[in-house]
């Protein structure tokens, strides 16, 4: 095997992953929309991590059982600063599993994955047709 097809394969796996992700996180939206259960969140900290630039965002909501529950979006870079209040929807069973419910976090997180499959997909399609 050469360096090329190698990189084709991991182009290929990288857009499938990233597929998979996408429709994982559309259907998860699905079912909130369907069943889940509306909060208010605050967010009540910002997580930093070395290898990236951007905070993550701690969002604290309380579910209909009165526990409070903290979570992380999935996307870093939000521009939700410490003390913003976000509409939040969860699902009964898994109230760790919440998103942050304004159209924008819903879709954003959505397209970023089925863009990245689609370069993945797309650049592993290129390089097979110039063979």
């Known amino acids: 095997m050469t360096g090329e097809t190698i990189g084709i394969g991991l182009a290929v796996l990288a857009g499938l992953v ?5 429709v994982r996180e559309a259907r998860l939206q699905i079912r909130l929309s369907r069943y889940g259960l509306h909060a208010e969140g ?20 309380t579910d209909r059982q009165g526990q409070r529950v903290r979570f992380r979006p999935p996307t870093t870079g939000t521009g939700l ?33 089925f863009f ?12 097979l047709l110039t063979r």
Request: aromatic fraction near 10%.
């Open 42 to 61: 605050v967010v009540v900290d910002q997580e930093h991590t070395s290898a990236d630039d951007y905070s993550t965002p701690v969002i604290e909501f």
């Open 81 to 113: 600063a410490l003390g913003t209040h976000v509409p939040v929807a969860y699902l009964p069973e898994r109230p760790k599993s919440a998103r942050v419910f304004t159209r924008k976090y819903r879709l954003h997180r959505i397209v970023g994955l």
């Open 18 to 22: 990233s597929l998979w992700a996408g």
């Open 116 to 127: 990245g499959a689609m370069l993945f997909l797309g650049v592993a399609a290129g390089c």
